[in-house]
């Protein structure tokens, strides 16, 4: 009780120091800093997802990010070769021909067959896992969580750098506040203690169609994005572990990691910040070891 | 409307300051900040059920019939060329396509139920019903509740997964307790089905009938 007491006024006093720094946010660039994007639930093909993806690319003039990951959702609908050109290829056109690489994660609208388009950097596997400077990202498929799965997740946590930031995405959060679908209570039984025990410091999740910023939960981020080309206005029902939120219009992310500091912003799709903050990176000392 | 200002001096040593009391204490003792009111509390338990036991004679008849479909997956795909990552998403439609209608030409007879079979249905309604009475169940009922989709999908054996329909995540507690599958193939809930889906060609194998509890139904 008093553990849990605790952790609530740290989360508090964290949500505080973050919304404080919103007035005097500014991403530092640093030169060897990891730089990207974070979509969610974008592959509508409509109007919205290109001026999402085209405010992505106005925001890259000044925050010139490398990658972007997708967090699931990448095509809605079909998924014939019109479809990859309509809701991924021509909307991020520009980014794609800046050089800017996606990495996505599977949605419950994609099919497996996704895992084979090139420019998702999939490599033909349903979850994968790679490096960028001092991070370390999991991409899972929250889809289909099979012991394999499960089993490949914990054996990459475990051989990971201690040093290095741990970064996890997939497509169904496991804390929401959103009123459609809620959280994955079932997925987070099982993920949860394995993110703990290896000391996993951000989540990112799509799935609700908006965009919240959950207090950390046993010393962990998450952040669900899925409003870059959805939206379910007002769908956001906000709660005691909400941090921040925003369901209003179509979101992004933006996030630079430089040595122990993640700085994110959450740009929406007519270039407002409707949050920002910096993370320090959790340190693994108290992290149980297998 | 931006709010990009000079410094970040102020946040920082702020945040610092409260990660410093926050490593202070172990975060594998640590309690969370509770769930929003319409969550499910969770308490991070492993399952409690008596796990399933995967050797049973259904399940093992079950695992056979699996084994021999990957076989004849396999013998129809190595007469295909072989799908490497590509920047042409036609080159991947086509694969799979040619690789559904090849099956299903080697198929044509196939019947449901020659996969889940009278035994192994036994076996999957027993492993099934204690997933969904047991300490994880409101979880898992949760998971199947949140994927069902609007309307009633008219699912048929060695046809095509309805490419609309987006699929229901699995409950992962209950698949921890089924048997294992290779990778050509996967387990899919849609409504109150189990389906096995070839996932490469995107393919209904079999499935069994309303042996998901459902609910409600809520939507993609």
Known sequence: ?290 | MKTRSRSAVQVRSAVLTAVAVFVSTPISASAGQGSPPQTPQVQNQPAQNPAPDLKSPGFQEFSDRVQKYVQLHKSVEATLPKLKATNEPELIVAHQKMLARKIKAVRAHTKRGDIFTPAAKEDFVKAISSEFQGPQAPHAKATIKQGAPLMKVHLHVNEIYPESIPYTSVPPTMLQKLPKLPEEVAYRAVSSDLVLLDVKANLVVDYLAGILPVEAQNGQ
């Open chain 1, 1 to 290: 009780m008093i553990l849990r007491r605790r952790f609530f006024l740290i989360g508090l006093f964290l949500a505080f120091a973050i919304a404080q720094g919103a007035d005097q946010f500014k991403f530092p660039l640093t030169s060897n800093s990891v730089r990207f994007a974070v979509i969610g639930d974008m592959g509508t093909g409509a109007k919205p997802e290109f001026q999402t993806a085209d405010q992505m690319d106005e925001q890259r003039k000044t925050f010139p990010f490398d990658f972007v990951i997708a967090l699931g959702d990448n095509l809605y609908g079909g998924h014939s070769p019109a479809d990859f050109e309509k809701k991924f290829a021509a909307p991020y056109k520009d980014l794609l021909d800046a050089g800017v690489k996606f990495y996505a994660a599977l949605g419950n609208h994609d099919d497996s067959s996704e895992r084979f388009y090139k420019p998702f950097n999939m490599n033909g596997a349903n979850y994968y896992s790679f490096k960028k400077g001092n991070v370390h990202f999991f991409a899972l498929d929250s889809n289909y969580m099979d012991p394999k799965q499960v089993d490949w997740l914990q054996k990459q946590l475990q051989s990971a750098d201690s040093n290095e930031w741990k970064i996890c995405f997939f497509h169904h959060p496991l804390y929401s506040s959103a009123r459609k679908h809620g959280p994955a209570t079932d997925l987070k039984l099982l993920l949860e203690p394995i993110f703990v025990k290896y000391g996993v410091n951000v989540v990112f999740a799509g799935h609700e169609h908006i965009y919240e910023r959950v207090l950390p939960q046993k010393g962990i981020y998450y952040f669900t994005e899925g409003s870059s080309g959805q939206l379910r206005a007002h769908g956001l029902d906000r709660s005691s572990i909400t941090a921040a939120g925003f369901d209003t219009d179509r979101a992004f992310m933006l996030v630079e990691i430089a040595d122990d500091q993640m700085y994110f912003e959450t740009v929406s799709r007519t270039g407002t910040v409707v949050d920002s903050g910096v993370i320090q990176r959790q340190r693994a000392a108290s992290i149980a070891k297998p």
